[in-house]
């Protein structure tokens, strides 16, 4: 009696959670936001009590230390396996190239510029951060001077975005490539607005569509097309595209988290075991980002036992 009682509980908890991540932290939060607070409900979902603890703590440390990655770091580290040094390497060395700027902005007003200007050449992904450090300065020049970089580095990637629009051939798959490649970074970016993230979305599917038109089975076509629905809130068409995804290539583990997160998200327990399990069968644990390798075992713990 006691233990269907506190498999009750454990349902009822889980459900709760749901609840108040669809109603209460969805329709708030976005990127990388979204993926700290999803990271944290899953861990209190598969460890009542101990995960919104530890949620509640770690979330504090990186809102303290100004770090959007302090509870993905952490899935890493926790795991105690053995790290893959070459991404480890390319990982110090963008790290020690953004560190700077932080510090950077609490020097004189030369050092900020010279800071802000280091963003010309940094990852796309990287800029949103810092850039909105230098727009909420309480110096004027420094808010003005990372507007301009803003500006500068909108412009440089709308011109890039046009120039591979340019470039497409429709009977030649290899050339629209490079639109969609080049238009999902600059829908990471944070440059965007809504009207122009809107905008984005539209040529990325337009030229999506016309690779699917080609193949419906190209990995680029089902994996860009399948988050841009789960994105736009087309749920039933980044499930089929998902589950297309990891049908056509299994050895890809984009099919699979999409789905983890959706039927996680929406509570759908059945469809998340035979998920795990087909992933389970095609990809090694090493093969699956280090961000979501820790949920994703422990969820398969939970579904187990």
């Known amino acids: ?154 412009d440089r990637y709308e011109l890039l975005l046009k120039q591979r629009v340019a470039q497409v051939n429709e009977e030649r798959p290899e050339t629209i490539y490079p639109v969609i490649e080049t238009g999902m970074s600059f829908l990471d970016s944070g440059l965007l607005d809504q009207d122009m993230q809107h905008r984005i979305e539209s040529l990325v599917m337009t030229h999506l569509d016309q690779l699917g038109e080609q193949d419906e089975t190209d990995l680029m076509y089902l994996r860009t097309k399948a988050r841009l629905s789960f994105r736009s809130g087309a749920f039933e068409t980044g499930v089929r595209l998902a589950e297309a995804l990891t049908l056509h290539h299994p050895q890809v583990a984009d099919g699979y988290i999409m789905l983890i997160e959706h039927h996680m998200t929406n509570g759908d327990w059945a469809s998340l075991r035979p998920t795990l399990d087909w992933l389970r069968q095609n990809i090694s644990m090493q093969d699956v980002p280090e961000d979501y390798r820790f949920v994703i075992q422990q969820l398969e713990g939970a579904i187990h036992e």
């Open 1 to 154: 009696m006691t233990g269907w009682l506190l498999v009750a509980l454990f349902v009822l908890h889980a459900i709760l959670l749901i609840i108040v991540y669809r109603l209460v932290v969805l329709p708030r939060t976005e990127g990388e936001q979204r993926g700290i607070w999803l990271s944290i409900f899953l861990l209190s979902a598969v460890i009542p009590i101990i995960g919104e603890l530890f949620g509640i703590v770690a979330y504090g440390i990186s809102r303290r230390f100004a770090s959007s990655k302090t509870l993905l770091d952490y899935d890493e580290y926790i795991t105690f396996e053995a790290v893959n040094l070459e991404r480890l390497q390319q990982q110090a060395k963008e790290d020690l190239d953004l560190v700077p700027l932080t510090e950077g902005l609490q020097m004189d007003g030369k050092k900020r510029k010279q800071s802000i200007t280091q963003l010309m050449s940094t990852p796309l992904s990287n800029t949103e951060e810092y850039l909105t450090l230098g727009l909420e300065h309480e110096d004027t020049e420094t808010v003005h001077y990372a507007a301009t970089v803003r500006n500068t580095l909108f």
